[in-house]
């Protein structure tokens, strides 16, 4: 059974930075594609970045978020920059495994964690 934690939400001034986490485990990570989506109340779940197994990454916020991964901890980082007050929302990690490209749509993805509220002040 797959599970994902994510950590390092949080309140925040606009224009400040933020780094949340995505702890994976249960699971022979190989084929993986991990992304972030977010969800901001009365909207549809956002893709956010994506990183997969060979390293490639998508984001969707090209210059303020970006993905990375740490492979010997099996976990996903999403660097947030310049943050703005529309992007307060829970932010979830989300995974599949299977060796195609990084998909935007959320429901192609079999494992999700449970959320962290990150929350941008004006």
């Known amino acids: 059974q797959v599970q994902l934690v994510e950590s390092g939400g949080g309140l925040v001034q606009t224009g400040g930075s933020l780094r949340l986490s995505c702890a994976a485990s249960?699971?022979?990570?190989?084929?993986?594609?991990i992304a972030w989506f977010r969800q901001a109340p009365g909207k549809e779940r956002e893709f956010v970045a994506g990183i997969n197994w060979s390293g490639f990454t998508r984001q969707s916020e090209k210059g303020r978020f970006t993905s990375s991964a740490d492979n010997a901890k099996n976990t996903l980082y999403l660097e947030m920059n310049n943050l703005q007050p529309e992007d307060t929302a829970v932010y979830y990690c989300a995974a599949y495994f299977e060796k195609i490209g990084i998909l935007t749509v959320a429901s192609r993805y079999s494992y999700w964690g449970q959320g962290t509220q990150v929350t941008v002040s004006s």
């Open positions: 249960g699971h022979t990570f190989k084929n993986w594609v």
